[in-house]
């Protein structure tokens, strides 16, 4: 029994050592991962939220819920009993964080204070101070769209601020992952509350990238959005598309325009337009792969010396390479205009 059982380990150790060592092979990792696919995401929810008929939740239906929700009865351990308005209001103190930021897309100056300034973040909101930067406060949280690409003060009557929404830049390393807005939002009550541009709801406007207003009429407003250069000259109520920049083959520009500068008092306008890698596409609702580009796409700067009307626009600067480019006039010198551009070569991006 002894010697059988010997065999047998001897027999089970040798084919052990004659048997081809398994190792756990390590499962290569993908080049890149799948999409989040936003999209699908958004659209299921709001097939749940929507009521019977509806394609889009309205911004308004949000305040009117607020509204009853105030006035709906609740509990109150105060006063032992059930109460309505504000004595449901919870009573909440801000603890923070308050050293946490996020892309912040545009800063303006209050004209009429220079310690009041408002930062547009591209998934935060508008934030305002009054002290020069000591101290921030959200001010559109209950607005349609809080993804913040442009902010600008009305010079006549600075009450009125206009802000264009959608992050046209794509933010990570995924295709077709740029923060999309709904157009441009317009505050009559020095940035107490926004609303929606009617003339904006669409997807020539999804995101405005820069907003521009005339020196000789601040009523005509200019923005830079996916789609081109669009005025409105009725302080944003309509709006006429005056520059769509198109690449070889008649295609629309899949970035649109991304920077505006007017030179000083005149409606003399600059434009600067830019396409980046077919990766790098933005993307719209509904829409599965944006029209790529037929390229060379180098950007573009455009510039007329009259923007009112229909303008005629020449091509300024255009360089094999060039990706998105912003523009500044300097402010000691108007015939001075720096351009300041990524570059595409060798990847999108590269400075």
């Known amino acids: 029994m002894k010697l059988m059982l010997a065999s047998a380990l001897v027999t089970a150790a040798a084919c052990a050592l ?24 958004a659209a299921f929810d709001n097939a749940r939220r929507l009521p019977p008929g509806a394609s889009a939740i309205n911004p308004a239906w949000y305040a009117a819920a607020e509204a ?10 105060e006063a032992g009993r059930f109460v309505t308005g504000e004595k449901t209001s919870p009573r909440w103190q801000w603890l923070g964080p308050s050293n946490v930021g996020g892309r912040t ?13 408002l930062a547009g973040g591209v998934s935060g909101g508008i934030f305002e101070t009054t002290n020069g930067g000591v101290f921030w406060n959200s001010l559109n949280d209950d607005a349609a769209n809080i993804n913040i690409g442009a902010l600008v003060f009305d010079p006549v009557t600075p009450d009125t601020i206009y802000a264009g929404t959608g ?21 009559t009550d020095n940035g107490q509350s926004f609303r929606q541009l009617v003339a904006t709801a669409n997807d020539n406007f999804r995101y405005v990238s820069d907003l521009v207003i005339s020196p000789l009429d601040h009523r005509r407003i200019y923005a830079a959005t996916n789609t081109g ?18 690449d070889a083959g008649g295609g629309l520009l ?25 990766d790098d596409r933005y993307w719209l609702p509904n829409t599965v792969v944006p029209p790529a580009c037929n390229g060379p796409c180098p950007a573009t700067v455009f510039r007329t010396d009259d923007a009112t009307g229909t303008p005629g626009w020449q091509v300024v600067l255009s360089e094999n390479g060039m990706g998105r480019t912003s523009l500044a006039l300097a402010p000691s010198n108007p015939n001075i205009l720096y351009a300041l551009a990524a570059s595409t070569v060798p990847g999108p991006d590269r400075n």
């Open 18 to 41: 004659i048997q081809p060592q398994l190792g756990l092979q390590a499962i290569p990792k993908p080049q890149h991962e799948r999409p989040d696919a936003p999209g699908q995401r």
């Open 105 to 117: 897309r545009t800063l303006v100056f209050d004209p009429r204070d220079p310690q009041r300034m």
């Open 229 to 246: 250069v669009w005025r409105s000259d009725d302080g944003g109520n309509n709006f006429v598309q005056i520059l769509r920049p198109v």
């Open 167 to 187: 992050e046209l830049y794509r933010n990570n390393e995924r295709p077709f992952a740029a923060m999309w807005g709904q157009g441009i939002l317009r505050s």
């Open 68 to 77: 009853q929700a105030r006035r709906l009865p609740s509990f109150s351990t």
């Open 254 to 278: 899949y970035e649109g325009c991304t920077d505006l500068q007017l030179l000083p008092g005149s409606d003399a306008l600059l434009a600067s337009c830019a396409s980046r890698s077919e």
